[in-house]
């Protein structure tokens, strides 16, 4: 195999591996009349209606589709029912001033903001990606090395 394909092949495995540390989104909710709704809503693991949920303690924001229309969800999972809502379509939580009260009497819009999040911090790979990372540079290396020390003449054994 030719030594410029083996390196571009494990180039290509390198950049595979890191493009996996791809950094969550997470929402900040703010203005909402409950303060314990508002804060820095993380994405979970878990997928709901086909989108991320976010989590904060024992509130969640997420999507909901019943028979007759799509909505988020801001929700403490301590009660029955959720406390804010947002009839819309979108993939992503809505930020577009139309969230309500879902228990009030009145059909009111309220000023609850639902922001994208300053990424907290960058992710660091395990100890074995860091492991695996050096070998295949360091085999990398080698090979560059042995390729300038030993050229192939062309004589064969």
């Known amino acids: 195999m030719n030594l410029k394909f083996r390196h571009l092949k494990l180039a290509f495995?390198?950049?595979?591996?890191?493009?996996?540390?791809?950094?969550?989104?997470?929402?900040?909710v703010d203005n909402a009349p409950n303060t314990d709704a508002n804060g820095r809503y993380v994405e979970s693991n878990v997928l709901r209606d086909g989108v991320p949920m976010y989590t904060k303690g024992d509130w969640e924001l997420?999507?909901?589709?019943?028979?007759?229309?799509t909505f988020w969800n801001i929700d403490d999972m301590t009660t029955l029912m959720p406390e804010y809502m947002n009839m819309t379509l979108s993939n992503l939580p809505p930020n577009?001033?139309?969230?309500y009260d879902w228990s009030a009497a009145e059909f009111e819009f309220l000023p609850i903001t639902v922001t994208l999040a300053p990424a907290q911090s960058i992710?660091?790979?395990?100890?074995?990606?860091?492991?695996?990372?050096i070998t295949l540079l360091s085999g990398i290396a080698i090979a560059i090395i042995r390729k300038s020390h030993f050229p192939d003449t062309g004589a064969r054994a």
Do not use: C
């Open 62 to 69: 997420y999507r909901q589709t019943d028979l007759m229309s």
């Open 96 to 99: 577009d001033g139309q969230w």
């Open 13 to 28: 495995l390198v950049f595979l591996f890191l493009s996996g540390t791809a950094l969550a989104a997470d929402y900040i």
């Open 123 to 133: 992710p660091t790979m395990s100890t074995w990606g860091a492991l695996i990372m």
